[in-house]
Every structure is written in structure tokens, then in C-alpha cells.
């Protein structure tokens, strides 16, 4: 079964400093996709940044990037020059293709607070 | 663009009532997927649907159902509510293909009183 680890329940930052989300993984399938999400108190799921099994290069989008060690089965966010607008919940998910359909399952989430 | 709606934002239903939840996709996605995130925890998936078929179920009670129409929209029903089903319900929409990333809508958040 498909199994994603967040480790850490909260953390702080300062503004304009960097970030890491951490982002551990279980999966037999040799395919596989890792996804980011943003989840701000109003609730809606933001799409961040995808990271593919094969994909030889880390992901980036913006400010956001992905740390893919695939020996290590870990997928940690880094958010660069972080901004007051970036506090929110943080979701590490991965697609999972078992007993049907193309669903993700999430980690716990990371709940991130950018302090002046 | 349009992104993914869901209506409606907030719902107050007492224990053994019905509930209906309505989703409308992105244009030109077919996929829709219904999740339910209980306070504090990630969301669950309960139902996918693909041009108009059901795909994949979670690990939810049959008072759970669903249905896609032919514009892509999408209900979720509950039945015989629960105090437990107190949370937010996501819908997601995707385009398919490899990536296949799912875009979700603001949630609807149901109280079961």
C-alpha cells in the first residue's frame, strides 16, 4: 500500500529565509507521481509542484522545488524567500493506482508559519 | 478560467438527514474526484469518476454515492448522516494524461449536528 510520511507538524520561518518540508514515501510500484499541495485556513487545495518517478531532474516551480531522493524515498519541499502570504497547511501526496482509479494519498501536512 | 466549483460552501444538516453536494470541473477535464478531510488530518478519497464511470472507491460506507453527468459535473450524496461525516469535502478535476494533476475547488464544509 501506498504510504506517505510528514514528520513534521509544524513549523516557522522567517520571512525571506528558505524552507524545507520534509516528505518520506512507501510505494512497490516502480511508476509512481509525488505531488505538493498548499492548503490555505479558507480550504481550498492549491496545486504546487509534481515530481515523476523517472523525471531525472528535480521539479521547480517559482519559488517552490522539489529535493527528490529516490534511494532515500524522499520528496521534501523547499520554498525559497518565504512571504507572509506562504503560511498555510503544506500536503505531501502520491498518486496511487490500487483497488481502482487514480486517486492520491496524502501525509498529515506540515503546518507552516512565515513570522516578520 | 474557471476552476473547479463546488456548491455549497457551507451546509448544516442534523444526524439522519440527507445531504447533496454538487462539483463542477475545469473545462475540458473528464475526471472528478470526491475527498473528505476530517479536522486536522489529510483528505481521503471516496469516489472517481471518468467520463461518466465510476473508477475507483475508497474505503467509505455504501450511505456514500456519487454520480457524474454528461458535462462532467458531479454529485456526491450521503445519506443517513452521521456526526462523523462532519468535514470538508473536496472535489478535484483532472485532464488525464501522465501527470494527470488534479485541481481541487474550495471544499464544501458539512456540520452534522
Known amino acids: 500500500a501506498q504510504k506517505i510520511t510528514q514528520t513534521q507538524p509544524g513549523m516557522f520561518v522567517q520571512e525571506k529565509e528558505a524552507v524545507t518540508l520534509d516528505c518520506t514515501y512507501d510505494?512497490?510500484?516502480?511508476?509512481?507521481?509525488l505531488f505538493w499541495y498548499k492548503q490555505p485556513s479558507s480550504g481550498e487545495m492549491i496545486f504546487l509542484i509534481y515530481q515523476g518517478s523517472y523525471d531525472q531532474q528535480n521539479a521547480t516551480e517559482g519559488r517552490y522545488s522539489l529535493n527528490f531522493q529516490k534511494a532515500r524515498k524522499s520528496a521534501n519541499l523547499v520554498i525559497s524567500a518565504s512571504q507572509l502570504g506562504d503560511s498555510a497547511m503544506y500536503f505531501c501526496a502520491m498518486r496511487d493506482l490500487t483497488g481502482g482509479g487514480n486517486k492520491l494519498t496524502f501525509g498529515t501536512g506540515t503546518q507552516l508559519k512565515v513570522e516578520l | 478560467d474557471a476552476g473547479v466549483t463546488q456548491s455549497p460552501t457551507h451546509l448544516i444538516k442534523t444526524r439522519g438527514q440527507q445531504v447533496t453536494l454538487r462539483c463542477s470541473p475545469i473545462s475540458g477535464h473528464k475526471s472528478v474526484s470526491w475527498y473528505q478531510q476530517v479536522l486536522g488530518q489529510g483528505p481521503q478519497f471516496i469516489f472517481q469518476y471518468y467520463e461518466k464511470e465510476e473508477r475507483g472507491r475508497g474505503n467509505f460506507p455504501d450511505r456514500f454515492s456519487a454520480r457524474q453527468f454528461p458535462n462532467y459535473s458531479s454529485e456526491l450524496n450521503v445519506n443517513a448522516l452521521l456526526l462523523g461525516d462532519s468535514a470538508l469535502y473536496l472535489c478535484?478535476?483532472?485532464?488525464?494524461?501522465?501527470?494527470?494533476?488534479?485541481?481541487f475547488g474550495a471544499g464544501t464544509r458539512l456540520s452534522v449536528l
Open positions: 510505494t512497490s510500484d516502480p511508476s509512481y507521481g
Open positions: 478535484a478535476s483532472s485532464p488525464g494524461g501522465v501527470e494527470n494533476i488534479q485541481y
